[in-house]
């Protein structure tokens, strides 16, 4: 087709410029040639069909090339002015289109040939492209009919979108309101076969869920405005839901009391199954409380029923333990009710030796303070490894063990019940503990005879007592109290017997007296210097307390100074001092701060910190009123005055070496140095008695004079009248003497 397109095209290029050959010398009838020659193509290649239609192209194309000849300037002048010949004109233009006629046919004759090619292929062709526009035109047709399928296609999509919204925002709502209302499968499943996890958990929660929903009297969005509990959905879903509640409550109380099944058994992690089986499920609990309280209740009595005999067993076996532990089952490792620090001689000698007049193990404290009250040993002791190792340990140390031990297990069982019960069941776990625990304390009372142990035990009780009180936990106060209530008045009664034995302590019954420091002194000493050691623990640095004493005063004990007084003066050794001195006040500040007790009002009843300060008082007068009745079974005032001294250096030293200050030792200092003054004035007696005779006759002499001249106003100096009164002869004799006799 397209080779005989260029075909077509080439011979009418041809024919064309064969045409403008020959009309080329006429160039001015260039259009009516051209006119001529398209009007003979028109009638070569026109139809039969055609020739209507090509006569009424002829004249319009005429018309044209009238209205063409018209619009030329100079013919139109010339046709207006006359002066162009229309006929002779005419003539001449149609014998030169008579010329280009038979010019026309001739080429066309010399190109027939071609012509017909050229028509026959013309004529396939116009077959070609009348089978080409018929397929357009079904082409056409059908893309008509696709078009239409096309516009019903969006419109159908178009409903089906809106179709498609309107059903999701109704799934979306229904969804909704399904999750509100009813059960899924996997719930009930869960629920009735799970086992218990965090998955069942979750279901439970789902389940407290959806009863909340279809109980709500008030109208919800996701109900389409209705109340959930006026819906159909609702009203049929609450008989199931009663029913799933039911068999909920019923798993979560057999898995409960399996779990605290497991606490009674022996050698089992209670804080364990605590966490892990019960506190993680704590939200099951608060379950039961909503859904069945009683089942609730049920629980906790259970619960409180299994730990309750479990702490009973495990103090019990744990104090039995300890026991074995203790110092005091050793012979002689303890105090007895002989044990007093006023000891008589002969008891001294049945028990032990007459070395045992020197051993102060009961009345020395050493490190048993350190062992206790340090919050470095704050660790209870391992019984299993204790025993096995064969060791022993003194009660107060026992005892702390056991409190450290409560101590824990209280405050776990209080944190445990809060979150667990949301209630206190301190009472009902621990009754039955604690009544272990003053039993057998009460029993160890009976037959102690250890005031230090009593002090410290209740010290470790007051320590206790913070610790728990920084933790929110004052459920063991109330134990505590009753603890010191039943210490104190055995403390006190052992602190009486000591001042009874001091009371009652002679010459004889302590088996004589010699010149060296007694050894009655010295239990005092080691006595008091381990209650104050006890008393100030904690509370002030050593070195503040050794600022209460001035170095320099202590210094001046150690030196030995002449001063007037008496020779009987040792008779009465109590120096007159102000017991509300600052040293005693601090020490007494310290007890009050460390044992919590207030300094009472006059009317108020005295506090029993108060009455132990007494008590060391009471003592301390009896132990030197103790010493005064030792030393006058000495036969010379220079011998009882060594006693005293050496005597009140001791426990002077006992109370320096164990860094102990107050005003205890204050008084000692005082009496120490009032009997060495006294000790000088009775060695100068023995050389010098009469030159210690004149000077005090001298001086009492001038005093004397010197009122009497005060008095008169005299004239005469006062130092004349004391040189007549003093004799030459008997100073000079008194210095020969003491030159001769030094």
Not at 129 to 154: K, T, V
Not at 187 to 209: M, S
Not at 331 to 346: P, Y
Request: proline share 2%.
């Amino acid at each position: 087709m397209v080779t005989t397109k260029v075909a077509v095209m080439t011979s009418d290029r041809t024919v064309q410029e064969a045409a403008m050959s020959l009309t080329a010398p006429v160039k001015r009838k260039k259009n009516i040639t051209e006119n001529c020659i398209n009007t003979g193509n028109a009638i070569i290649f026109a139809g039969a069909d055609e020739e209507h239609e090509m006569l009424l192209h002829e004249e319009e194309r005429l018309s044209a090339d009238l209205a063409q000849f018209l619009s030329n300037p100079s013919l139109k002048a010339a046709l207006a002015d006359g002066s162009l010949d229309l006929t002779s004109y005419s003539s001449t233009v149609e014998g030169e289109l008579h010329e280009l006629e038979t010019q026309c046919i001739d080429v066309y004759r010399s190109k027939k040939e071609e012509i017909a090619m050229l028509r026959a292929e013309l004529e396939s062709c116009d077959a070609v492209l009348a089978a080409l526009q018929e397929m357009l035109l079904g082409f056409q047709a059908d893309l008509g009919g696709l078009s239409g399928d096309i516009r019903n296609l969006q419109e159908k999509s178009r409903t089906l979108g809106i179709q498609l919204r309107n059903r999701r925002q109704a799934e979306s709502g229904l969804k909704e309101f399904l999750n509100h209302v009813v059960i899924a499968p996997n719930l009930v499943h869960a629920i009735c076969k799970g086992p218990i996890n965090d998955t069942f958990l979750h279901c439970v929660q789902d389940l407290n869920r959806i009863q909340k929903d279809i109980h709500d009297q008030i109208p919800r969005d996701w109900a389409c405005g209705e109340a959930p509990s006026k819906t159909v959905a609702g009203h049929e879903m609450k008989d199931h839901v009663y029913k799933l509640r039911l068999v909920a409550v019923s798993r979560i109380r057999d898995y409960f009391l399996v779990q605290m099944g497991f606490l009674r058994r022996p050698q089992t992690n209670v804080r364990m199954i605590q966490v892990h089986g019960l506190l993680k499920y704590a939200l099951l609990q608060d379950f039961l409380e909503k859904t069945s309280p009683e089942i609730a209740s049920e629980i906790y009595k259970v619960y409180v029923e299994s730990m309750s005999k479990t702490m009973y067993s495990l103090f019990r076996t744990y104090q039995a333990q300890l026991l074995q532990l203790d110092s005091s089952n050793t012979k002689g490792a303890t105090a007895t009710r002989q044990d007093v620090i006023a000891i008589e001689d002969s008891a001294l000698r049945d028990a032990i030796t007459s070395k045992a007049k020197s051993r102060v193990d009961t009345f020395t404290l050493g490190n048993r303070a350190n062992n206790v009250l340090e919050e470095v040993s704050f660790r209870p002791i391992l019984s299993h490894v204790a025993l096995a190792e064969e060791k022993s340990y003194p009660y107060e140390m026992l005892f702390r063990s056991i409190m450290l031990h409560l101590m824990d297990a209280v405050t776990n069982e209080y944190v445990f019940c809060r979150q667990f019960f949301k209630r206190d069941a301190f009472q009902q776990l621990f009754s039955a503990t604690l009544g272990l625990l003053l039993e057998q304390l009460e029993n160890y009372l009976f037959g102690c005879h250890d005031a230090l142990a009593l002090l410290l035990m209740i010290k470790i009780a007051h320590v206790h007592g913070r610790i728990l009180k920084a933790r929110h936990v004052n459920s063991l106060h109330p134990f505590f109290d009753t603890i010191t209530s039943l210490l104190w008045p055995r403390l006190k009664a052992i602190m009486d017997a000591h001042l009874r034995s001091i009371k009652s302590a002679n010459a004889q019954k302590l088996g004589g007296v010699d010149l060296h420091a007694h050894y009655v002194s010295r239990r005092y000493a080691e006595f008091t210097c381990s209650i104050l050691s006890i008393l100030h623990r904690g509370q002030k640095d050593v070195n503040e307390l050794n600022n209460q004493i001035s170095p320099r005063r202590l210094a001046s004990v150690k030196k030995v100074e002449p001063a007037a007084g008496s020779a009987n003066a040792s008779k009465n050794i109590v120096p007159t001092q102000n017991h509300n001195s600052k040293s005693g006040n601090n020490t007494e500040n310290i007890f009050f701060s460390s044992m919590e007790h207030s300094t009472s009002s006059k009317n108020s009843k005295p506090k029993a910190g108060d009455m132990l300060l007494a008590d060391l008082d009471s003592m301390q007068n009896e132990i030197i009123s103790l010493l005064e009745r030792l030393a006058d079974k000495h036969s010379t005032n220079k011998k009882r005055i060594v006693f005293l001294i050496n005597n009140l250096d001791q426990m002077m030293c006992i109370f320096q070496e164990r860094r102990v200050v107050g005003k205890e030792l204050n008084r000692f200092v005082e009496l120490l140095m009032t009997q060495r003054e006294l000790f000088v004035e009775e060695e100068l007696l023995t050389s010098f008695s009469k030159m210690i005779a004149f000077v005090q006759q001298s001086e009492s002499h001038m005093k004397a004079l010197s009122s009497t001249n005060q008095s008169h106003s005299a004239t005469t100096p006062s130092l004349t009248s004391s040189m007549d009164i003093i004799n030459p002869q008997v100073v000079e004799s008194l210095i020969r003497e003491f030159s001769s006799n030094w």
